[in-house]
């Protein structure tokens, strides 16, 4: 008698993970990241959700994303309603995610996707809350953004109050539910994702990789942008320029009063010259170059005190296709 052949039971996922991917004008790489995305996840023991979120890009990336949204359904696509910004389309894919933990993904593929799995086996081995991606190698980058970033993560942790910013990381990484919910919380308006990343704490820890250069196109990053991203890293964590700025105030309003009594004495004993001209102009220029050095400093803090009184939204979706 024949035995009836039973087929084997399906294997039991741990659970969800999300990948969000931002996305700003990237028809050109769009296709080829999915494509990675998929393979690599395929094998996990996970149910798979991938978020792709459009943030107002000019060229077809919309439309590939609904092609990817309508052959694959774990796809979802956040549009928002126009550009607001890499840091604000992260957080809307972030606050959008239904996973036990999350994965955020930049689309032009220089941080690999192949690398997923390694992120949860350290996350796993290590009890981690984030394990972060730390780049060893930043191939396709110029030497002047290198340096450039390299300064910047010296400058940040030295004038950072209280938040080390891991060096030469990006948003690569892997979060879980504790940590998501956690950043969810923060919601001021001007946004410095990898500091808020490190601000929420628990316990982080470090994947060093190398970084690929982009799969396809090009950087929509320019140096005025990075200068701009910079400014709201300072400015977002550190009250330091302010205390400097009235450091050197104090400091120079010390010398010239030194400085002016001398010219009392001076003049009581010798009586007026004329010599001094030159010196007059340099002082008179330097001063005039730190003060407004100054006002520009507290500026940037006023501007974002009146940005956040304001309360808008991070952001405004158009459409989400689940």
Partial sequence: MATKKTSSPKAKKSGTLSIVVPCFNEEDVIDICHEEITRVVDSLP??????????????????????????????VVINLSRNFGKEAAMTAGIDHVTGDALVILDADLQDPPDLIPDLIKMWKETDADVVYGQRTVREGETWLKKITAKSFYTIMNFIAHRVEIPKNTGDFRLMNKRSIEALRQLRENHRFMKGLFAWIGYKQVAMPYSRAPRAAGYTKWNYIGLWNLAMEGIAGFSTVPLKVASFF????????????????????????????????????SFLSGLQLLSIGILGEYVGRIFGESKKRPLYFIEHIDK
């Fill in 249 to 284: 105030g104090l400091l120079i309003s010390l010398l010239s009063f030194v400085y002016g009594v001398y010219i009392i004495i001076r003049t009581l004993i010798s009586g007026v010259d004329v010599p001094g001209y030159a010196s007059l102009t340099v002082m008179i």
């Fill in 46 to 75: 996970y149910d798979i959700e991938i978020i792709y979120v459009n943030d107002g890009s000019k060229d077809a990336t919309l439309e590939k994303l609904r092609s990817l949204h309508s052959k694959d359904k774990r796809v």
